[in-house]
């Protein structure tokens, strides 16, 4: 089945170039030409709806990178404290001696304090 031509000769020129220009099906019907008012309504709900859901995620991002930098800001002070305080206490024994005070205990020809055994004391006379 062929499609019949409509004839535009009484048409103004407007309508004329308004008909032609329109494609046909096979059935002889007007194809459309462009988008409806509601399937345009629909891609921009749809749209919308990747953009919210887009936005989301980007917030729930960002929250996350905050709550990570926070947590690691806390490890690196409760490091320095720990750090800190365990120098402190390392050094709770230390005194600064200078040569003129060193504190003397006993007399300079006293004999050490240290106690110790050579291979000559055991095991017979020396």
Do not use: W
């Amino acid at each position: 089945m062929t499609p019949q031509r409509l004839n535009t000769d009484h048409l103004p020129p407007q309508s004329r170039r308004s008909l032609t220009s329109r494609a046909r099906t096979a059935s002889g019907a007007l194809a459309q030409s462009g988008l409806t008012l509601i399937e345009l309504m629909i891609s921009l709900a749809l749209g919308m709806l990747v953009v919210a859901a887009a936005l989301i995620l980007l917030l729930t991002s960002k929250s996350s990178y905050v709550i990570e930098d926070d947590n690691a800001r806390l490890l690196d002070s409760g490091r320095y404290a720990i750090e800190s305080i365990g120098r402190a206490v390392r050094q709770t024994a230390f005194e600064q001696l200078e040569s003129e005070t060193v504190p003397v205990v006993g007399q300079p020809t006293d004999s050490p304090n240290i106690v110790g055994f050579d291979a000559t004391t055991f095991g017979g006379t020396p």
